[in-house]
């Protein structure tokens, strides 16, 4: 079975610091894997997704993602945070191969600070 | 395209009352996914179609609960009779193929409330 395990529940920055947000998968196939953001009172919609190709995931708003097999890690950053990156990021991951949907971590709030 | 629609946005209710949630896909996906999201659970996948029939309900919490698509352009959840515990939000998100390479997009959601 597939799972990812989002660290930090909470993760708060400075506006204009680094962002980073870590995420740890569990698959026994090669896996896709994707971030998603919620903006407050809103759906979950698509940052970025790996999947198998450049290991190195580049997404909108200037979000990316490195995907790293031996660590099982698929960790999101952005070199500059803004006020409004503010809001609730899910890691996913999905099987390459087979019928399985998505499986989405618990989620990490981030917050921003002036 | 509008997106993934869905309907009510805000439900309050009283315990024992039946609910409806509506949910109508992005035109041609094929798919169609439930969930259901709290503060103690996260975000869990109830259920979802392919082409109109359901694949997989292993995570509808019990009897209570019943998601139709009666056709590719509508879907409903149902709970009957509500409980407190099943203040939640749930979101129908839809997709081309099972999610496994192409992107979920997700309705806005309704937030429900059974008092």
């Known amino acids: 079975a597939q799972s990812v395990t989002q660290l930090g529940s909470h993760v708060s920055v400075s506006e204009g610091a680094l962002v980073l947000l870590r995420c740890n998968y569990s698959s026994s196939v090669p896996p896709y894997l994707f971030w998603y953001v919620q903006y407050p009172n809103q759906g979950l919609q698509l940052l970025l997704k790996?999947?198998?190709?450049?290991?190195l995931v580049k997404g909108i708003n200037g979000f990316e993602a490195e995907f790293k097999k031996s660590e099982t890690s698929f960790h999101l950053t952005k070199p500059s945070a803004h006020m409004s990156d503010a809001a609730e990021y899910f890691c996913?991951?999905?099987?390459?191969?087979?019928?399985?949907?998505?499986?989405f971590g618990k989620g990490t709030r981030l917050s921003v600070i002036a | 395209d509008a997106g993934v629609i869905q309907s009510p946005r805000h439900e309050v209710t009283e315990m024992g009352q039946e609910v409806t949630l509506r949910c109508k896909p992005i035109s041609g996906h094929d798919y169609l996914f439930w969930y259901r999201q709290t503060m103690m659970r996260g975000l869990e996948l109830l259920i979802y179609f392919n082409n109109n029939v359901p694949i997989d309900d292993s995570g509808m919490p019990e009897d209570r609960f019943s998601a139709k698509m009666p056709n590719a352009s509508f879907s409903t959840l149902k709970i009957q009779p509500s409980e407190p515990r099943d203040s939640a939000v749930y979101f129908c998100a839809s997709s081309w193929g099972r999610g496994g390479y192409n992107e979920q997009f997700f309705g806005p959601g309704t937030r429900l409330t059974v008092l």
């Open positions: 996913a991951v999905a099987r390459s191969s087979g019928n399985t949907p998505l499986v």
């Open positions: 790996y999947t198998s190709a450049a290991t």
